[in-house]
Structures are given as structure tokens and as C-alpha cells.
């Protein structure tokens, strides 16, 4: 059974987030999303990582990355999701916080994304075992989603390959999900 998400810290600290039902998605773990945000938070190659930056939730299921990153001080969101009803969550979620002037909503797919504006942060978050992250990544950057130097944070299952041919600034296991952090190429 799902539990619902929460947002750890920040400005929302507390809020509990809708998830959607079923599973066709999988809200990232809270004590993923912690970790997640420690790292962001305190490593000295992720200065001012979070705070005033744009930030992109790919595959972003309840939104509760792109949100958590908001409340923490991010200056937007765009959150890409292809479900119908976790696109519906994710509009929820954004009215709860009163996030709308700061938040997009893109019902897209992340292999095949419209053009789109640069983000600094991206989070993936894909269903484990597919190879979606390389996939991704590649169609984002090809289509402007992903600025220069972007950090990069992909949540993969633990055994799942990662990527070839990047510098990992940081990888970090917890239970099923191995998230691995990186910066896009320059």
C-alpha cells in the first residue's frame, strides 16, 4: 500500500501530497527525497542547487520532487508526466500549495518532448528496469530542456545499469532505488 507523500522542508513542510492510485506510478520514497535533498543541500559541487533555480520533474508522478524543490526555495517547476490521472495529482498538488504562478504542467512524453525552455535542476524518475533515464535525458537536452551544466538527479533500481560516459558527482542506495547525480554536459 502507497503512502502518501509528504514535503519535508520548506516553506510546505508537512503538507501531505495526493498520489495516484494504482500502479502506474511510484512516488519517489520520502527518505529518497530526503537523501536526495541532503546531498543537494550540503555537497560543495551543488552550490546554490536548489534555491532560485528553475527545475524540472521528469516522469514526475505525484510532482513531489519539483514541489519539494519549490518549497525549499526553487524559483519554478515544470513537471513532465504522460498519465492522465497522475496529471490530474499533479495539478492538485500545485492548487494545495498555491504553487500555480510558479509551476507548469507539461502532459508529454519524456522520449519525445516538445521544444522547451532550460531548466538547472532536472529530476528523473522513471519506472525501474526500462533504460528510460539515457532515453530521456538524450530527447530533453536534444529538445532545449535541460540547460549547460545542469545537475542531474536519476533515480534508478538498485542493479538497474546506469549511465555510460558521465562524471557521477554522487550515488547513493536506499532500499530498491539507487539515485546517482550528475552535471549535464557543457
Known amino acids: ?52 533555480r528553475a527545475v524540472l520533474d521528469v516522469f514526475a508522478g505525484s510532482g513531489a520532487l519539483g514541489l519539494e524543490a519549490l518549497s525549499r526555495g526553487a524559483a519554478r517547476a ?34 519525445m518532448p516538445p521544444r522547451g525552455t532550460a531548466h538547472e535542476l532536472v529530476f528523473l524518475d522513471p519506472p525501474y528496469g526500462k533504460g528510460l533515464v539515457p532515453l530521456a535525458v538524450a530527447a530533453l537536452g536534444a529538445a532545449g530542456w535541460i540547460a549547460p551544466g545542469a545537475l542531474i538527479v536519476a533515480e534508478f533500481g538498485r ?10 558527482l554522487a550515488v547513493r542506495e536506499h532500499g530498491a532505488a539507487r539515485v546517482v547525480i550528475w552535471r549535464a554536459g557543457l
Open 1 to 52: 500500500m502507497k503512502t502518501a507523500p509528504r514535503i519535508i522542508a520548506g516553506a510546505w513542510r508537512g503538507r501531505v501530497l495526493a498520489a495516484p492510485g494504482g500502479e502506474t506510478t511510484r512516488p519517489t520514497a520520502g527518505r529518497v527525497r530526503q537523501a536526495v535533498f541532503d546531498m543537494l543541500m550540503h555537497a560543495p559541487w551543488a552550490e546554490r542547487a536548489v534555491e532560485g
Open 159 to 168: 542493479g538497474e545499469e546506469g549511465l555510460e560516459g558521465i562524471d557521477v
Open 78 to 111: 515544470g513537471f513532465i508526466e504522460r498519465d492522465r490521472a497522475a496529471l490530474a495529482v499533479i495539478a492538485a498538488n500545485i492548487a494545495a500549495c498555491k504553487a500555480g504562478g510558479v509551476a507548469s504542467v507539461f502532459g508529454c512524453d519524456a522520449l
